[in-house]
């Protein structure tokens, strides 16, 4: 037992539920209705909808908008804030910046906050000042020409920026910063470059300053939420949902449970997604203990987030096993004896009372064929299997965090009972392997088949047995950082900011480079890349290579918002359309088309329709509000905070398209607010705009203007993303996809357990090369795949569902990368055992291997050539069995020559051959779907 450390005996049931877990489920489902039933009744619901953090958030962020449309609404605040028209941007920044977030992301956000406006009002200081300097000197022109070309420049260089970076909080951040040249620069620059509007600039900064002041007060003060909780919370949530997850998986191996049932996969992905949440509240809390000096601990809890991933990589590689193992076993027609089924003795022999250590005739228990192999496995290990799995779910179940997100008490105890029943299964296994590999049928000349069958079995059962060992491995690692973290949290009191003395730091080249550059040099040679050529022209090369980075689509996208930027700006410089362009709000279009762009034609039409319908929504409402409300201040003020918590709702809370509750509010923001600017302005400080009625505005003309300026903004981006270096996301993504099957073949043909001799002249394992690389592209194509379809195409719909499976499929091949990698990662340093079985399958694992890149290669040339495939496509098969037979040699060979060779030094190759298993299936759906979109090779393929 995990709490107490005690060795029970129980009675066990390979098939069912024990008893004692029945009740301890039956105990937990009986909680949950009385939870329920305290809150039954309308004003129990209504009290817990008020009280959700959903309604909370809603709230905050509802509030905030208040306090900042009020500082507009006050005669006295809004004084406070200067003359300028742009009030209403102390509630454009509490809609970017909403206080609904963690405090460390409200941190993290002031930081982006504080850096774009740094380089905004530093590059509107600057070309205002050439820009005067330039009018003085009776050379307005070229003033004008600078700030134009510049500003621009700027504006291409901070979208360029958000497409690197790309986090939503400096997304936010940049939009603020193009805000800010554009109101700066642009507008003011274009109607007087004589001075530095100094008076506008520090208006916008305090304004800027009083919406940032307001949406972090409202986060800390108002219900606030710290994302040091949250992260703790979701740790215990991944502890849990890992401890359900084994349950199903043991039970799956042990007995004939459906791994693939729809619980299963429903809680696959609720895994997954835990991790990524993990991984969102980690990088918010850093800023939070950062602040606290207590960093000790962020790198603690970063150390659980990390031995999180690495339970679940060894989690998915059980899986693995157990997919491998249905695919060995007919279930629905498992092979009979003449006498009994052996699992039909097994079961008869657990119906009483086991223990750990079953007492059973071993010369009973006998193997007729490989099938029999499995139920004589569990027949000698289930036992044990069961056991030792139940106890360590009910360590998760019980770790990290009780209810006051303190750790647990019982960690120490945990550690005691895990390293027990560690030994106790880790004895059991040894003898259980030993009892299989006694077996006659490993013995006796069989022929190839059976070998082979022989060898996939052991190879399911053996690293099955070994990821469970390794799971609690890890999971021992996992309870030493809780005592560590323990130990820190209550006894360390010292504060430390190490991360500040930046020139403590020491920055090393990534571990990956060399890697990184074998991988690289491998598609060089694919490519047929000269270098001794190249060098010969060093010239032209340099030029090409200049070229070649002009080429690149990020360096293309500043280029396209930076010029597409000048083709509106313009004209707010020459004198026949100045007037036109002042008239019609053309800062609005522009920043409009700045903020919508996006790298793809797809990603910039995403939110075109939403867009459209938001603005005209927030238009129309702000219209009607003023008709009805104008000029009573505090009913306008109550309206609009009424109005927000819709928006609100649907900012936080959408899944997609969450920024069209930002569009209809930011427009009804604007809308509503500059016209009461421009109503209550101080005389001769606040330019006039008499089309829009000047200090008596008119709303529908506003409105429309705002509308219209939108909608220009909108149609530009669009032209500029066809047509200045377009760039289809359906292009992208064929183009993707086959450079990220040419990388996984080359980084699969390169040897997934190739080692390397290290300066102590052991063997070491040098693991998947390149994964952050193709991370980093499946990234890019997820995204992509979301924005293909919203791409105009004559041909007809975009085969959504086919490239959404291609990326399912390829998706797995990467998880089961990942698998091998973090058994790698766990022991990097080979024996001389496994060194010398290695050595023995070079040639074997090498004809595999290539055969392998041969698949992922003919893949990619498809793919990028929109090329039919070949009939009969490379085939794995034979290279398998032929490696799966070796083994068995080997095996066999070291018993006669009394070789020392255990079960150990075959696990990386019992998980190399269900790796290889998983991609080689994975590939198999991948030509079947290649073959859907592009056919196979036929007769009109060939004709001329």
């Known amino acids: 037992m995990a709490d107490t450390g005690q060795k029970i005996q129980r009675s066990y049931s390979f098939w069912d539920q024990t008893q004692d877990e029945i009740e301890l489920e039956s105990q937990i489902e009986s909680n949950r209705p009385k939870l329920e039933d305290s809150n039954q009744g309308f004003q129990g619901r209504v009290k817990s909808m008020i009280f959700s953090d959903t309604c909370k958030g809603v709230l905050k962020g509802a509030l905030a908008y208040f306090v900042a449309s009020w500082a507009v609404y006050s005669t006295t605040l809004s004084s406070i804030l200067g003359n300028a028209d742009s009030k209403h941007l102390i509630c454009t920044i509490v809609v970017y910046f909403h206080p609904t977030r963690t405090k460390g992301s409200m941190i993290q956000s002031l930081i982006f906050v504080i850096l774009a406006l740094s380089f905004a009002f530093s590059i509107s200081v600057i070309l205002m000042s050439i820009s005067a300097k330039s009018y003085n000197m009776e050379s307005p022109e070229l003033g004008y020409g600078i700030d134009l070309v510049f500003s621009c420049a700027a504006l291409g260089l901070i979208s360029l920026t958000k497409q690197w970076v790309s986090k939503p909080t400096f997304n936010t951040a940049c939009s603020l910063s193009a805000i800010v040249i554009i109101s700066c620069v642009i507008k003011e620059g274009s109607q007087d470059g004589s001075v530095v509007p100094w008076t506008k600039i520090g208006s916008i900064f305090r304004i800027v300053l009083a919406g940032c002041i307001v ?20 740790l215990n949530e991944n502890a849990n949902l890992q401890s359900r997850l084994l349950k199903i998986v043991s039970r799956s191996f042990l007995g004939y449970d459906d791994i693939g049932s729809t619980e299963t996969n429903v809680l696959v992905e609720k895994v997954k997604s835990s991790l990524k949440n993990l991984k969102k509240y980690l990088e918010e809390a850093k800023f939070e203990l950062y602040l606290k000096g207590k960093e000790k601990e962020y790198h603690l809890l970063e150390d659980l987030v990390e031995s999180c991933g690495k339970l679940w990589m060894t989690m ?119 009892k299989l590999y006694e077996q006659d049928l490993f013995k006796t000349e069989t022929d190839f088949d059976s070998k082979v069958d022989q060898e996939e079995v052991a190879a399911s059962c053996g690293n099955f047995s070994f990821l469970l060992l390794e799971f609690s491995s890890e999971l021992f690692e996992y309870l030493r950082i809780l005592k560590e973290l323990n130990a820190v949290s209550t006894h360390n009191d010292t504060k430390s900011f190490e991360f500040l003395k930046f020139w403590k730091r020491s920055f090393h080249l990534s571990s990956t480079t060399p890697r990184r550059s074998t991988i690289n040099d491998m598609i060089s040679r694919i490519q047929g890349t000269n270098e001794d050529y190249s060098a010969k022209m060093s010239l032209n090369y340099r030029v090409w290579r200049i070229v070649k980075i002009l080429r690149s689509v990020d360096v293309q996208f500043g280029l396209r918002v930076g010029i597409g930027s000048l083709f509106i700006a313009i004209f707010a410089y020459i004198d026949k359309t100045k007037d036109f362009f002042d008239d019609w709000r053309g800062e609005w279009a522009l920043v409009t088309f700045c903020i919508i762009m996006n790298k793809s034609v797809g990603g910039t039409t995403m939110t075109i329709k939403w867009r459209f319908l938001g603005t005209f929504l927030g238009a129309f409402t702000a219209y009607c509000v003023w008709v009805l409300l104008y000029p009573s201040a505090v009913l306008m003020a109550v309206v609009g905070f009424l109005f927000s918590i819709g928006c609100f709702y649907i900012i936080i809370n959408w899944e997609a398209n969450n920024a069209f509750g930002r569009f209809i509010l930011l427009t009804y923001n604007l809308t509503v607010l500059y016209s009461w600017t421009m109503a209550n302005k101080v005389i001769d400080k606040v330019p006039d705009y008499d089309d829009e009625g000047g200090d ?70 040098i693991g998947i090369r390149d994964r952050k690389t193709i991370h980093m592209i499946m990234s890019e194509l997820e995204t992509l795949v979301k924005q293909a379809p919203m791409e105009i195409r004559l041909k007809g719909p975009f085969p959504i569902g086919i490239y959404e499976k291609l990326l399912i499929s390829t998706s797995r091949i990467i998880d089961a990368f990942e698998n091998l990698n973090s058994i790698i990662e766990i022991n990097k340093k080979l024996t001389p055992s496994e060194h010398s079985v290695l050595q023995s399958l070079a040639g074997e ?27 009969k496509p490379a085939s794995t098969e034979h290279s398998k069995e032929r490696m799966l037979a070796k083994m068995s040699e080997i095996r066999k060979r070291s018993t006669s020559e009394k070789q020392v060779l255990s079960d150990e030094d075959f696990v990386l190759l019992y998980t190399y051959n269900l790796v290889t298993n998983s991609i080689t299936n994975e590939l198999d759906v991948l030509l079947g779907l290649v073959a859907d979109l592009y056919g196979r090779v036929s007769e009109e393929t060939l004709e001329l």
């Not at 219209?708 to 992208?732: E, H, K």
């Not at 090498?846 to 039919?868: C, D, H, Q, T, W």
Request: net charge negative; hydrophobic share 40%.
């Open 215 to 234: 949406s972090a007060l409202t986060c800390y003060l108002l219900w606030p939420t710290s994302a040091e909780v949250k992260l703790k919370q979701h």
């Open 316 to 434: 998915a590689g059980m899986r693995m096993s157990v997919e491998f193992k249905y695919e060995l076993l007919d279930t629905g027609n498992h092979v009979q004896t003449e006498t009994t089924s052996l699992r039909s003795y097994y079961s008869e022999q657990f119906d009483g009372n086991t223990s750990n250590e079953s007492d059973f005739d071993d010369d009973e228990a006998v193997a007729i064929n490989s099938k029999d192999l499995f139920d004589l496995f569990v027949y000698y290990l289930g036992p044990s299997i069961k056991s030792f799995s139940y106890t360590v779910r009910q360590i998760l179940s019980g770790v990290p965090f009780n209810s006051e997100n303190e750790i647990e008490p019982a960690v120490e105890q945990y550690s005691k009972s895990l390293s027990l029943a560690k030994d106790l299964y880790s004895e059991n296994q040894l003898k259980a392997l030993k």
């Open 696 to 765: 008596n505005p008119i709303i529908f003309e506003i409105a429309i203007h705002r509308f219209l300026g939108v909608s220009f903004g909108v149609i530009w981006a669009l032209i500029v993303t066809m047509s200045l270096f377009p760039n289809s996301a359906r292009s992208r993504i064929r183009r993707g996809l086959s450079i990220l099957w040419l990388r996984m073949g080359i980084i699969w043909h390169s040897g997934p357990l190739a080692y390397e001799v290290d300066e102590h002249n052991e063997y070491k394992l």
């Open 845 to 871: 694992m090498s004809e595999l291997e290539n055969r392998v890149f041969l698949i992922f290669y003919m893949l990619a040339s498809a793919m990028k050539l929109g090329f039919p495939l070949a009939n």
